[in-house]
């Protein structure tokens, strides 16, 4: 994209990993991961995510031992009774989008019981009284009324967190709940900070810089910089994502020798892209390159996706089979598969660690890797010097080659990795002195210096939630029979994969159609019995669910995202493999929501439900 003179790389950053790894690097510097060690880790927070279902790796056997494990206190915090829940030691459902006030309660509790690390609050962290003062509101009494989770247990919570080591895992259910994103994930370094839980093992590590090229010095992304910055669609509207916010960052990580990966960080928002489609507004956007994605079916508020596509000159696709988006293409480029390919999968870029391996086969049939069609595009648009490497293969050797392994040595071990070490900020810098952490203060920021900066707060405040439903359709569709009710959409489920894997005829005997799920007392007072389709409406569209009882919050529906009818062949006009149907995203926005990273909402939003008599195709 840097090559071919673009910043518009549009994706799905800004809901699924920045807003964690921007928070992070603005709280301590840099990102970490959780660090659990059965024996040492004594309490362990998932907070809004998944495992069980969105995890391949063994994570989710972890979270079972630790369930099991005396040592280890298990909490889970989710609006649905999730298997994590099932395991745990407590259970917190709050009301969806409101984690924010419930870490301000939690924070409230440990600093009104004086159980913060004071040494290390005394030594490590900025801003500790601004932040006592902030939190004296968010007593556990109106913590719980907010959150509608019942004070005892946010006081407990609050003394497990406090208690010895915590680890703590968060994912989608906070990075997809709007305006309160940046201040959720920043509530909860806080936690972590003046509890002392960071950079300990059996707490949180701060990444260290990889011995591999980073993924920085592979992007081009600095080298062009300059040219591209005026064409950034984000600069101004999401004053942290974008140039501007991340210069002001990599000042502060670039103490510590480190930057976080450009192109990803700065990519724009896909409101912003597609406005820029359907207006001309700032310039025209006439061509679309779509890699490894599915825009029609997972990206926010379908219609105007379509609408938006369908005016464009050209539309490049490189996927594995046809999917909807593919069908509106007029170039659909077939690309190597998973093992296909050689794979090192670097963690963004920010950590030192990778995995995977060399490709099992060589790709079948006309298919490439996406690696070789870029090539081959740039080859032909002269930008030779810039693809030295002549296969994928050859390209991740040259970035593993300053760490001593050659391609062979790290295919035999599967991995490259090193053992993390632990309190980094009492390293000597170049004088001698502890290097501390690399913010405006050298220490963990409580009180943030930069934000304001960029035009947000020094300490987390809770937003409001996006509604999708005007007070003009709740009151049309009440009168249809229809009730309003709160909606989480994409809670991850196994076999599937977003919009991948439903052509697998095994899997579909297994999941055949999408549903929508709610508690029995939900579903009694909707009217609604298991197996019933409901029709589901806002704003933006309407798509049909089967219903299904499941254990969570009460008054809240949890819907499937990611369908389409992949066994109907090639998908074809009107219906485009089926995408009106029963696709969530019909009814989601994308519209920019929070102020500095301009993440939209796939949780914590609203929706009209009610039963329809028409049957569903699947
Ligand atoms: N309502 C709602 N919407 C959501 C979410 C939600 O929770 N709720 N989640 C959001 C999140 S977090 C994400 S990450 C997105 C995911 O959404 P997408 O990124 O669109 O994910 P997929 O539907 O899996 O589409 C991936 C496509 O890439 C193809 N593919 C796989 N591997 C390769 C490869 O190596 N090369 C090429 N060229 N193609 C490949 C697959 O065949 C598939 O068609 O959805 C977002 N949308
Ligand atoms: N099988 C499968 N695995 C996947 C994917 C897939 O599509 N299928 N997608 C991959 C991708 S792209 C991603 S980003 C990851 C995501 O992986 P996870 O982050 O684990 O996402 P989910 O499994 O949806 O878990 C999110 C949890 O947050 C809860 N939640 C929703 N709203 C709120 C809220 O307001 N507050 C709190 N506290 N919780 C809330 C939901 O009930 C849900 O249980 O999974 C990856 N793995
Ligand atoms: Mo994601």
């Known amino acids: 994209m840097n090559l071919f003179g673009s910043p518009n790389n549009m994706g799905i950053g800004q809901i699924c990993w920045n807003p964690r790894i921007w928070m992070d690097a603005i709280t301590f510097g840099w990102t970490g991961e959780a660090n659990i060690v059965f024996g040492v880790t004594d309490a362990l927070f998932i907070w809004g ?40 030691d407590l259970w917190l459902a709050p009301r969806p989008g409101t984690d924010c006030t419930l870490a301000l309660g939690m924070l409230n509790v440990i600093i009104s019981e004086g159980l913060e690390d004071r040494a290390f609050v005394d030594e490590w962290c900025h801003g500790f009284d601004e932040l006592a003062e902030h939190v004296k509101p968010f007593t556990p009494e109106y913590t719980g009324e907010f959150c509608d989770v019942p004070p005892a247990d946010i006081v407990r919570a609050a003394r497990i967190f406090a208690q010895g080591r915590t680890a703590l895992v968060s994912g989608r259910g906070i990075d997809q709940v709007g305006k309160s994103v940046a201040p959720t994930h920043r509530a909860i370094c806080c936690l972590r900070a003046i509890t002392g839980n960071v950079d300990r093992a059996g707490t949180f590590i701060l990444n260290d810089a990889s011995d591999f090229t980073s993924e920085v010095d592979f992007e081009l992304s600095p080298q062009h910089e300059e ?5 950034c669609l984000n600069e101004g509207v999401a004053p942290l994502q974008c140039f501007t916010g991340y210069d002001l960052v990599r000042e502060q990580t670039e103490k510590l020798g480190r930057r976080l990966p450009m192109r990803y960080m700065t990519s724009s928002s896909p409101h912003l892209v597609l406005h820029a489609m359907e207006t001309g507004e700032p310039y025209r956007v ?46 659909v480029l077939p690309c190597a ?23 099992a086969v060589e790709p079948y049939y006309e298919r490439k890797t996406d690696y070789d069609i870029f090539r081959a595009l740039g080859q032909r648009m002269g930008q030779d010097e810039a693809w030295p490497d002549e296969t994928l293969a050859d390209a991740f050797a040259t970035q593993l080659a300053p760490t001593g392994w050659d391609w062979e040595a790290y295919c035999y071990y599967g991995a490259y990795s090193k053992a993390p070490v632990e309190e980094k900020h009492l390293l000597p810098g ?7 952490f690399a913010t405006t203060t050298g220490k963990i920021e409580l009180a943030s210096e930069l934000l304001p900066k960029l035009g947000g707060q020094r300490l987390p405040e809770q937003g409001p939630f996006m509604r999708l439903c005007s007070p003009r359709l709740v009151e049309v569709a ?37 549903v929508v799920e709610m508690s029995q007392k939900t579903a009694d007072d909707l009217g609604l019995k298991p197996g019933d389709v409901a029709r589901l409406t806002t704003e933006k569209g309407e798509a049909r ?37 029963s696709n969530v995203n019909v009814l ?9 990273i301009g993440t939209w909402a796939y949780n914590a939003i609203d929706c009209m439900i009610r039963k329809s008599g028409t049957p569903l195709t699947w």
């Not at 063994?58 to 649905?80: E, H, N, Y």
């Not at 994605?293 to 996706?305: E, I, K, M």
């Not at 170049?430 to 501390?436: E, I, S, V």
């Not at 909606?487 to 999408?514: E, W």
């Open 49 to 88: 995510t998944n495992p069980a279902q969105s995890d391949n790796s063994a994570f989710w056997q972890t979270i079972r031992a630790a369930g099991k494990s005396d040592d280890m206190t298990l909490v889970c915090v989710d609006p649905r009774f999730t298997q994590v829940a099932g395991c745990a």
């Open 227 to 231: 040219e591209l910055r005026p064409y």
């Open 286 to 331: 006439s061509a679309l390159i779509v890699n490894a994605t599915n825009p029609l079916v997972t990206y926010a508020d379908t219609r105007r996706v379509f609408r938006a596509l369908m005016g464009l000159e050209l539309i490049v696709v490189l996927d594995y089979y046809i999917t909807p988006t593919a069908a509106i293409a007029d170039y």
């Open 337 to 359: 598969g998973a093992i296909e390919r050689p794979i090192f999968q670097i963690h963004g870029g920010v950590a030192n660690f990778g995995y995977g391996g060399p490709a």
């Open 430 to 436: 170049p004088d001698g002195k502890p290097q501390g």
């Open 478 to 514: 009440t009168a249809q029979g229809a009730h309003h009710v709160e909606m989480l959409t994409g809670s991850r489920k196994q076999p599937y994969n977003a919009s991948m894997y439903l052509d697998n005829p095994a899997f579909r005997k297994n999941v055949p159609g999408p």
């Open 545 to 581: 669910f089967t219903v299904a009882i499941a254990k969570m919050r009460d008054d809240l529906i949890s819907v499937d995202y990611g369908w389409w009818h992949p066994e109907n062949g090639i998908p074809k006009a009107p219906d485009f493999g089926g995408i009106w149907e």
């Open 588 to 596: 989601t926005s994308c519209e920019l929501q929070e102020p500095l």
